[in-house]
């Protein structure tokens, strides 16, 4: 599952990358909302979030583009937004626009299980998927209230950190995945650090599915110097070798 | 309609962090695990009399507390009318109100078993204080620090270095306060198991904003005890500056239940009241979430981070403590601001009329209170909190001079 950023460096490029990323065969397509003071975002993304915000992007039109492109492709998209900025549009008014452009949820990095009723409920009336995060620094009590209020699917967290690549993925990562999966009926993804052919071939096989974000965002902004046409087929041929593992187990 | 007195709490906050509907945790989940364990330590310290003594030892002996609290005759004078007191924090260890904090917290840091600290640090007197308090307890420190702030407090960041911590210049957004509060927040994330952040205002998720305001509390007990043996009595309006808030929180917060005193919070009006060019959201802002926490904050229609300007690198910031917005929203403080040339002005007539030269900071408050005494009789007293003195800032305040 590719993590994209949305507007850098222009909507149609974003369109353009979702498109191509769900006909190589992601399953879904997560999409990052630009803010301006992402705290749990490593550089890559942190700079992609401030390339687009200073071209003047706005909420309102990444969602125009994202409801043109949902009946178009074979795959949910969801947005990875802050909730400051859904506190700012209003939760029911968020909530309503995704709902009306045919996104199936989202997930809020900054909003922990404590103070996640209220838009839990919001998206509960509109079936949207209120997908809610799990990482190694969480409790296994409180990972079962996680579980309890998440919809669509469970985000594991690989490190306690920040987004980025990483060469190695943590040791206990297996098992506490293993372990979360067996509480819950939903999906489990791991998500943060994964980057490499390498982590695929370890995760997938403990994990309903994968999230790359910063490798994907990295090699996107590569059509501000490059040809548009060539940033997305490297981002294209860099999914499927990583699917190329999946399919090979 | 103002709310009626007595409807302000001094029970606040309850104990999911809210103060009224301000406050909260809205963090990544990664951090709750160590915002849980300071919430315990720092309720297990409380109820610790060897804590509390270790405390205010440090803050007698080391920090030279309690700070004075002076009556500025001439500045009085110079105004002809309301007596002007100055609550004298420029005077502690370190040069302003920022070390009550940091001992307190480095002393819980401590108690966690951590031996690292990190910062965030506007003006530099945040991380000056972390660093003397790292130095003392021999914990490693790391101080963030946006590069705009490096260039204007170069004095403090020679301090933080030679007492022995690392200054890491912040190159992202605005290169200011806000952007050092992101990195910390970031660095954080990826050590919350052997690192402490201490979080220098009263802003950030639960339990940062009580905690801190705690330890700066000894500034409004001091202030009470000293009015009632100088003047027999309270004054009538205390003053203090907001950037996050720290220094207003703990002279404020002793005083809520005072209802006869009036409290005032100074912002940063900066140049003008246009967007940007002041950092002042309580004047002209709207409740909204920044750093982990429900608070006014000055945000864009879809919830982006405004740019703010203040010439005080201290209050250079678009957010403030969710307490301010409580009391703000209970009536119980009123808040104003003041421009950068109105707080230089008063920088100058402090320096010529006492030989006090205050931070640029605390200049806001002094503006204020000046122009208060003016309108008022003799027999009325303020109280202005003179959060730290203004050393660091002599060759930004030559650089503003000179134009």
């Known amino acids: 599952m590719p993590f994209v950023t949305a507007g850098d ?5 974003t369109s353009a990358v979702i498109e191509e990323l769900v006909a190589r065969g992601a399953s879904m397509c997560e999409v990052g909302i630009p803010y301006s003071d992402p705290i749990a975002d490593g550089q890559v993304i942190q700079e992609s979030y401030t390339r687009a915000l200073s071209r003047g992007i706005k909420v309102s039109d990444i969602l125009q583009t994202l409801g043109q492109l949902a009946p178009r492709i074979n795959g949910p998209l969801v947005t990875m937004v802050s909730h400051a900025i859904i506190y700012r549009h209003g939760m029911e008014r968020y909530a309503d626009a995704l709902q009306d452009k045919g996104i ?12 996640s009723d209220g838009l839990a409920a919001v998206c509960k009336t509109r079936d949207l998927s209120l997908i809610q995060l799990v990482t190694p620094t969480t409790s296994r009590d409180r990972a079962l209230k996680i579980a309890d209020t998440s919809s669509g699917f469970l985000y594991y967290v690989s490190v306690a950190g920040i987004t980025g690549e990483r060469s190695v993925v943590p040791q206990e990562l297996q098992e506490r995945v293993g372990w979360l999966r067996e509480q819950t009926s939903l999906p489990v993804c791991i998500g943060f650090g994964i980057s490499q052919p390498e982590h695929v071939r370890v995760l997938c096989q403990v994990a309903d599915g994968l999230i790359v974000g910063s490798a994907i965002v990295r090699r996107m902004a590569d059509a501000a110097t490059d040809s548009r046409d060539q940033a997305l087929r490297q981002v294209g041929d860099y999914l499927s070798s990583l699917l190329a593992v999946m399919d090979a187990r | 309609m103002l709310p009626p007195p007595g409807s302000c709490s001094a029970d ?8 009224g509907k301000f406050g909260g945790r809205y963090v990544p989940e990664t951090l709750v695990y160590a915002l849980d364990q300071l919430a315990a330590e720092y309720e297990a310290a409380c109820g610790d009399a060897t804590f509390r003594g270790e405390l205010d030892g440090l803050l007698q002996n080391y920090v030279g507390r309690p700070s004075p609290l002076f009556f500025a005759r001439r500045l009085t004078a110079h105004c002809g009318g309301a007596e002007i007191w100055l609550k004298r924090e420029d005077l502690n260890h370190t040069g302003a109100h920022k070390i009550n904090n940091t001992l307190g917290q480095a002393l819980l840091t401590k108690r966690m078993g951590k031996k690292r600290v990190i910062a965030e640090t506007g003006a530099g007197q945040h991380g000056v204080a ?12 790391v101080v963030y620090m946006g590069e705009e702030d490096i260039r204007r407090q170069a004095p403090n960041v020679f301090s933080m270095k030679l007492l022995g911590a690392e200054v890491r210049g912040v190159t992202s957004g605005s290169r200011t306060l806000r952007d050092a509060i992101n990195e910390a927040m970031r660095d954080w994330m990826s050590s919350v198991e052997t690192t402490h952040y201490i979080l220098g205002s009263v802003v950030g998720p639960h339990p940062f904003p009580k905690i801190v305001r705690d330890f700066q509390a000894v500034i409004g007990r001091e202030t009470i005890q000293q009015s009632h043996a100088q003047f027999q009595g309270l004054p009538n309006t205390v003053v203090a500056c907001v950037g996050g808030g720290s220094n207003a929180a703990g002279m404020f917060y002793p005083l809520v239940g005072h209802h006869e005193v009036e409290l005032i919070g100074v912002e940063a009006g900066g140049r003008s009241s246009s967007p940007g060019d ?9 409740p909204g979430i920044l750093h982990g926490s429900f608070s006014y904050v000055m945000q864009d229609e879809d919830g982006q981070t405004s740019p703010v300007h203040s010439m005080s690198a201290g209050l250079d910031y678009p957010g403030v403590g969710p307490e301010h917005s409580y009391w703000k929203s209970t009536g119980r403080v009123n808040y104003t601001c003041c421009s950068d040339e109105e707080a230089l002005a008063a920088f100058d007539v402090l320096a010529s009329c006492e030989g006090i030269l205050p931070a640029l900071e605390s200049s806001h408050a002094v503006a204020h209170a000046m122009a208060w005494a003016r309108e008022r009789s003799s027999d009325q007293r303020i109280v202005v909190c003179l959060s730290g003195r203004g050393d660091k800032d002599a060759s930004e305040i030559a650089r503003l001079k000179r134009g």
């Not at chain 2, 606040?12 to 103060?19: F, H, L, M, Q, S």
């Not at chain 2, 972390?130 to 914990?139: D, K, Q, R, S, Y």
């Open chain 1, 9 to 13: 460096p222009d909507l149609e490029f």
């Open chain 1, 104 to 115: 199936a949820g989202m997930i809020v990095p900054d909003l922990p299980v404590d103070e």
């Open chain 2, 12 to 19: 606040v906050p309850d104990e999911t962090g809210r103060y």
């Open chain 2, 130 to 141: 972390t660093a003397t308090a790292c130095a003392h307890f021999g914990l490693q420190c």
């Open chain 2, 278 to 286: 002041h950092a002042s959201p309580l004047t002209y802002g709207s």
